[in-house]
């Protein structure tokens, strides 16, 4: 069942690996529906809510019980769009759906390429995609029906997949009275 928030919107999970197009979708739908856009890793970097640093993977161990702590409360009041490459860890009633953007991974490649990734990093976030990890963990972690693929090869395909968030977001606040 999908929680129930009235004052100021759903909360929303935008997943995926890295290099899809999370950011910049999210910042998107941020600037045109009001809600808030929180980057998880931007928030860990910010408040330092790390726990050490994971040499084969190349980057910091997220600190998620801090995590969870700073957003329950803005959870608790809705409104939100949750922007992270990984959602085992957030409680199922914490979204109302979520969507796993998806990349050919010819083009991911080139992405994460510009991004300055290269070598296993590289290669592991390609195969991440390739094996639809995150997709896998956001089917295992949430009710089937809210969680949605959405291809995100193109502009076009993020013009098309801002516009269909942007038409849930509005039924959902019709439906929920805010
Ligand atoms: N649908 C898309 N089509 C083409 N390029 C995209 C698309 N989505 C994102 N990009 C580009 O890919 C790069 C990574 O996007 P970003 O939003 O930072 O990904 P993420 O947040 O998933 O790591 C950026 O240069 C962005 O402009």
Known sequence: ??????????????TGTPGVGKSTLAQQLSEHSGLEWINVGDLAKDNNY???????RDCPVL???????????????????????????FP??????VFVLRTNNTLLYDRLAARGYQGKKLEDNVECEIMAVLRDEAKESYEEQIVHELESNTFEDMENNLQR??????????????
């Open 92 to 97: 199922e009633r914490f979204f109302d759906i």
């Open 50 to 56: 790390f726990d050490g640093y994971d040499d084969e």
């Open 1 to 14: 069942m999908s929680p129930v928030r009235t004052m100021k919107g759903p909360n929303i999970l935008i």
């Open 63 to 89: 600190d998620e019980d801090k995590v969870l702590d700073e957003l329950e409360d803005k959870i608790a009041e809705g409104g939100n769009i949750i922007d992270y490459h990984g959602c085992d860890f």
């Open 165 to 178: 968030i942007l038409a849930w977001i509005t039924a959902w606040k019709r439906e929920n009275g805010c």
